[in-house]
């Protein structure tokens, strides 16, 4: 194998490390949104997944059961794009800002 090669090889395990501990690290954290002036909040880690929902008493209307999933769709929708901007920012800080497809 050429150097150069080798430190690519090397370059790109080290990448692969970083990235690993990176996801394992965004897993962990969290995101929170709300909607209804805080009546509807939701909570997504950095997989992306929605760790929680939370719904005020003083929303739930059993004559407006729309209203309270238009809010509950709006809070989750925002925690997701919060979460996914995380994301995207702190694997730009580790790939330069390079997009590695198949990688979130």
Do not use: C, H, Y
Request: avoid cysteine; glycine fraction near 6%; aromatic fraction near 2%.
């Amino acid at each position: 194998m050429q150097p150069n090669m080798k430190e690519m090889m090397r370059q790109a395990q080290l990448l692969q490390k970083k990235m690993a501990t990176l996801q394992d690290e965004l897993a962990r954290r969290e995101v929170e949104a709300s909607a209804g002036g805080g009546m509807v909040k939701a909570v997504a880690n950095g997989t992306p997944s929605i760790v929680s929902v939370t719904i005020e008493k003083e929303v739930v209307d059993p004559d407006d059961v729309e209203m309270l999933q238009d809010l509950v769709v709006a809070a989750v929708n925002e925690a997701l794009t919060r979460a996914k901007e995380m994301v995207d920012s702190e694997m730009s800080k580790v790939t330069g800002g390079f997009k590695i497809p198949g990688m979130f």
